[in-house]
């Protein structure tokens, strides 16, 4: 029992971060969509070629932290799951081996968001971001899945 009360205290104290961000991110979302059109241009302001690199610069960072965080989600959760599995087999006695299944479950549960992590770090890299705003200063565009993502808070003020 004292395992799965310190399970669920641990679940709570690593979820409370998120909720609050995901707050402020919706307060932050109801508060631009006044001010970008559904294609994802800012509206109003008039943006400057230098205000444009250091969004992207922005935008790229808060990417990869992203990224870093939602790793740092799934390996608590594999860490947490791995051990409940082992206090629970413990306080069971059970005389069955789970290690295999444990160690698949955790697998699953650290696997899945450090692959999805892994992918938007590799969309995101600094490797990109040079490549991006390399062809940007050079007079090309931005790329469709860039410009979409630039919203107003990642301008300067």
């Not at 109003?44 to 790793?71: C, I, K, P, Y």
């Not at 999805?116 to 090309?140: M, W």
Request: hydrophobic content about 45%; aromatic content about 8%; charged content about 15%.
């Amino acid at each position: 029992m004292k395992h799965i009360l310190l399970f669920l205290s641990l679940i709570g104290w690593l979820s409370l971060p998120v909720c609050a961000q995901n707050a402020l991110v919706s307060v932050a979302a109801k508060a631009e969509k006044s001010a970008v059109t559904p294609a994802g241009n800012i509206t109003g302001a008039s943006t400057t070629h230098a205000d444009t690199v250091a969004a992207v610069h922005f935008l790229f960072r808060a990417m990869r932290r992203e990224a870093d965080e939602v790793t740092i989600v799934g390996l608590s959760a594999a860490a947490a799951f791995v051990f409940l599995a082992v206090g629970l087999q413990n306080w069971g006695r059970s005389e069955k081996d789970y290690t295999a299944p444990t160690i698949l479950g955790a697998a699953i549960i650290g696997g899945g968001p450090a692959l999805l992590a892994s992918g938007k770090r590799r969309r995101f890299s600094e490797q990109q971001e040079r490549t991006v705003i390399d062809a940007y200063n050079q007079g090309g565009a931005l790329p469709a899945n860039i410009t979409s993502r630039l919203r107003k808070h990642y301008f300067a003020k």
